[in-house]
């Protein structure tokens, strides 16, 4: 099969959707060659550095027929326009009684290990995720990138596209034909039974490099990868750490009200699952600070295979209390 | 920048001016009942009126097509009457209900009516700037000639979507009308108070730009400068920014208790200016209204008000289960 970079196989996507649908356009401060050159520059808008305004502008455009992509580059761009994410494109579905459908798609680099520092590194998607009526993924590989995006294109909702940006260059099989993967379908990247190891993006590559490396002693680690935030696959990390019955929870944002958290209350809330947990459930995120510059510093704050071996030899060796029975 | 001069009736026909005229009474006794029926405790939260800024929203929409698209702002009633929305469906989701235009999820700052181009009022000041520049790329890009307008007010123009919306409707020439009601109070705030400038439309220069300022008690002047906009929007040499000089006779919200610091000279001067009755004087001068008709049109609208009540009262409200319909579209 042939192999694609994750941020080719997501270019992919886009003019694909955009040769099949007329309706889509595209803005972002500066546009992408391949895409410009392909549909020019009244599809493929070259726009001012005024995020809110195009956040909210995809929202009137979607409103009246169209199906626009906006590209805020760096997730810490679109902070500038929260009013428009949270207050209008989240609720306005909702708030005008369903009326009409806004199918929007926002793109996002998220993630650190660029030493560009905290301005321009940061994994914020569960502040997004607090927000109802935002869908939103996050892939690691080429091959999930491109059949998610499709799929949040033809979406008819706000949906936000958060992609690692240590992951742009790393290339992946991708499959020649047309396909898509549905939104709200997590993924077993590995299969094990001793151990389930839920990761995002570039550290489901880290939790694989971690399992592989814990295969020489015997310990067979589960690595599941929930592509999709929201909707999040429940089922199939509950089933996951019902069969394990030990969960490791790896993420590069840090663990404060995190997704890392939300996970964790997934797998606890549920009796059938919280039954057959053997050990305490062990986050392993970045530590809560903004990102700093210098690579001493930036790696000492992420997460990495090192860690999540750390975190799973700790669940492993982790017991129930029985003080209660 | 121009200032427009006092418009003399221009050359409509009859019924249309008329038909200003009713427009204009209906948001005037529409929420004069709302006012009524909030502080009776059957309309929540909270009601912003329109009252004695009439002339706007009719002016502004007299001269567009049922295909243009608008935004309105918190205090929306006028917009949505103007551009043609449905007395019962609105008064419905005042009072809550499920045959209102949201549901029932919205209430007096979130009507929309998306079908007529009423692309919501919004609770956010400046909120809806942007997302109407979207329906004029969209009338753009769709190149049927289609309008879209902005209604905000002096408030707004002070935020930042004003500013990054202007410039690139005014850099795209997107066919756009940015129309700010300078009813001179932010909330509480004077205007003069957080404006260094006495006009916001003077700020057109910057984008190149015309910059209107018109008297927005003025039907006629309103409809004139709105005509000329919508002529220069559809013929693809972009956007307007038209300044409307008005006053809101009532309190910030109708909330009981809400103070309203401004001189009770200062509103009495305006209600003298009243809109509706300038529009009635000309009517009458030019022969195109007497006593009964007034009275008729009183009548009817009284009458489809009563009825606006009487429909909301007897529509069910929500189920409570419904609070977790439509967060996603299918």
Request: hydrophobic share 40%.
């Amino acid at each position: 099969m042939r192999e694609l970079t994750y941020n080719e196989a997501a270019v992919e996507a886009v003019a694909e959707e955009m040769r099949r649908d007329p309706k889509i356009f595209y803005m972002s401060t500066d546009p992408i060659g391949p895409l410009l050159r392909e549909f020019g520059a009244e599809r493929v808008r070259a726009t001012p550095i005024t995020e809110a305004a195009l956040t909210g502008m995809a929202i009137g455009a979607a409103g009246s027929g169209f199906r626009p992509i906006v590209d805020w580059r760096q997730v810490t761009f679109c902070f500038v326009a929260m009013d428009q994410i949270v207050n209008q494109a989240a609720k306005i579905h909702y708030m005008f009684g369903g009326q009409v459908s806004f199918p929007i798609l926002y793109r996002a680099a998220v993630g650190g290990g660029g030493q560009v520092a905290a301005q321009h590194s940061q994994s914020p998607y569960s502040m997004f995720m607090n927000v109802a009526g935002l869908r939103m993924f996050l892939p690691s590989t080429p091959h999930d990138i491109k059949g998610l995006m499709k799929t949040a294109i033809r979406d008819n909702n706000p949906v936000i596209s958060f992609e690692s940006s240590r992951l742009m260059t790393r290339k992946g099989p991708v499959p020649d034909e047309d396909y898509t993967i549905p939104l709200g379908q997590a993924d077993i990247k590995r299969e094990g039974s001793d151990v389930t190891v839920v990761a995002l993006a570039w550290l489901v590559h880290e939790a694989l490099a971690a399992a592989e490396e814990l295969a020489q002693e015997g310990i067979l680690v589960e690595v599941v990868d929930p592509r999709t935030l929201v909707p999040l696959d429940a089922q199939t990390i509950r089933t996951s750490v019902q069969k394990t019955g030990r969960l490791v929870i790896a993420d590069e944002a840090g663990p404060t009200a995190g997704f890392s958290a939300e996970i964790a209350a997934v797998v606890t809330e549920d009796g059938a699952t919280f039954a057959q947990l053997k050990a305490p459930v062990k986050r392993v995120c970045a530590l809560q600070v903004p990102i700093p510059y210098s690579p001493v510093l930036e790696n000492h704050v992420f997460p990495d295979r090192q860690r999540i071996i750390t975190g799973i030899r700790e669940v492993l060796h982790g017991r129930r209390s029985t003080a209660a029975a | 920048m121009s200032l427009s001069t006092q418009s003399l009736s221009p050359n409509l026909p009859p019924d249309t001016q008329r038909e200003m005229l009713r427009r204009m009474l209906t948001i005037r006794r529409f929420e004069e009942r709302a006012s009524d029926d909030y502080r009776a405790g059957k309309i929540y939260g909270v009601v912003h009126c329109y009252i004695g800024e009439e002339a706007v929203a009719v002016g502004v929409c007299s001269a567009l097509d049922r295909g243009d698209r608008i935004i309105s702002t918190h205090r929306g009633h006028g917009h949505c009457i103007a551009k043609g929305a449905d007395l019962n469906r609105m008064m419905a989701e005042l009072y809550g209900r499920q045959t209102g235009y949201c549901k029932g999820k919205g209430g007096s700052m979130h009507i929309a009516d998306f079908g007529i181009g009423m692309l919501g009022a919004n609770g956010i000041v400046a909120g809806g700037i942007a997302i109407v520049t979207g329906a004029g790329l969209a009338a753009q890009m769709e190149g049927k000639g289609g309008v879209a307008v902005s209604f905000f007010g002096d408030g707004a123009s002070n935020a930042g979507p004003f500013h990054e919306c202007l410039n690139i409707a005014a850099t795209w020439k997107l066919p756009m009308l940015y129309v700010c009601e300078n009813n001179m109070y932010a909330a509480q705030t004077p205007a003069a108070a957080t404006h260094a400038l006495s006009d916001v439309a003077a700020r057109a220069a910057g984008y190149g730009i015309p910059g209107v300022v018109v008297d927005g008690n003025d039907i006629f002047a309103v409809y004139q400068a709105a005509n000329r906009a919508v002529d220069r929007a559809r013929s693809g040499d972009g956007p307007t920014l038209i300044e409307c000089k008005t006053y809101r006779w009532r309190a910030h919200t109708e909330r009981r208790g809400q103070p309203d610091l401004r001189d009770p000279a200062e509103v009495e001067m305006w209600k003298s200016r009243d809109p509706i009755a300038q529009l009635e004087h000309q009517l009458r001068e030019q022969g195109y209204l007497d006593d009964t008709e007034l009275q008729a049109v009183e009548r009817d609208i009284m009458g489809a008000i009563e009825a606006a009540v009487t429909f909301a009262e007897a529509s069910p409200f929500p189920s409570p289960e419904q609070a977790t319909d439509d967060v996603f579209a299918a």
